[in-house]
């Protein structure tokens, strides 16, 4: 069940589970959510927005899962320096007038991307610095798939995290009521123990 990752037996399959398990729950942050709110700075101290949190999650997962895919050859894209870095700027911004439908449309299209390019990679193939990037240090020696699927997984939780905050300045809905609705899945069995230990005060989340 997407909640928790499913065990699996071997590590690819663990990789994969995990990773698709935190892109689905990524999803459900948003759900529910407007095209507005979805390009609305919830937080008037952080230009982060919700569409643009969920579509870098979705980025995340398909351009390093990628790296690992072309492994141990570099990922070429044709784009000069400028170029990466205006279409860094670009991938990610939620249009004036495009629709929360749209935007899960193309997260949905990253998430399957993403996964995909895991099954396939070489993960203990080289995979070479993005030097091109300013977050390396100079120096920094090679890593290989299973670092970017460890990466990747990181990442996708780290903005996670972000985008729960946003997500209850918005509307004041949390993780346990969202990923059930969105989900299908019952926790009521959450709501019953707590109701069974009277002596220990439920969180509001």
Same mark, same amino acid.
């Given at each position: 069940?997407?909640?928790?990752?499913?065990? &699996?037996?071997?590590?690819?399959?663990?990789?994969?589970?995990?990773?698709?398990?935190?892109?689905?729950?990524?999803?459900?942050?948003?759900?529910?959510?407007?095209?507005?709110?979805?390009?609305? &700075?919830?937080?008037?101290?952080?230009?982060?927005? =919700?569409?643009?949190?969920? =579509?870098?999650?979705?980025?995340?997962?398909?351009g390093w899962l990628g790296? $690992?895919?072309?492994?141990?050859?570099?990922?070429?894209?044709?784009?000069?320096?400028?170029?990466?870095?205006?279409?860094?700027?670009?991938?990610?911004?939620?249009?004036?007038?495009?629709? $929360?439908?749209?935007?899960?449309?193309?997260?949905?299209?990253?998430?399957?991307?993403?996964?995909?390019?895991?099954?396939? $990679?070489?993960?203990?193939?080289?995979?070479?610095?993005?030097?091109?990037?300013?977050?390396?240090?100079?120096?920094?020696?090679?890593?290989?798939?299973?670092?970017?699927?460890?990466?990747?997984?990181?990442?996708?939780?780290?903005?996670?995290?972000?985008?729960?905050? =946003? &997500?209850?300045?918005?509307?004041? &809905?949390?993780?346990?009521?969202?990923?059930?609705?969105?989900?299908?899945?019952?926790?009521?069995?959450?709501?019953?123990?707590?109701? $069974?230990?009277?002596?220990?005060?439920?969180?509001?989340?």
């Amino acid at each position: 069940m997407p909640l928790f990752p499913a065990t &699996r037996t071997t590590e690819r399959e663990t990789l994969l589970e995990w990773i698709d398990d935190a892109l689905i729950n990524a999803r459900s942050i948003v759900h529910g959510l407007t095209g507005d709110q979805l390009r609305a &700075r919830p937080v008037p101290s952080s230009e982060l927005t =919700l569409g643009l949190l969920i =579509l870098h999650i979705g980025e995340v997962a398909e351009g390093w899962l990628g790296r $690992a895919a072309a492994a141990p050859d570099p990922v070429e894209t044709g784009r000069t320096l400028p170029e990466a870095f205006a279409w860094a700027e670009e991938v990610n911004r939620v249009g004036p007038d495009a629709s $929360a439908e749209e935007v899960l449309a193309e997260f949905d299209r990253r998430h399957a991307a993403g996964l995909a390019h895991l099954r396939s $990679a070489d993960l203990d193939a080289v995979v070479p610095v993005p030097t091109e990037m300013p977050w390396f240090p100079p120096g920094m020696a090679p890593f290989n798939g299973w670092w970017v699927a460890q990466h990747v997984l990181t990442e996708i939780n780290r903005h996670s995290g972000h985008a729960d905050i =946003l &997500r209850e300045a918005v509307d004041g &809905r949390t993780m346990y009521d969202l990923i059930a609705e969105d989900q299908g899945i019952d926790m009521s069995y959450i709501g019953a123990w707590f109701a $069974a230990h009277p002596e220990v005060p439920a969180p509001a989340w």
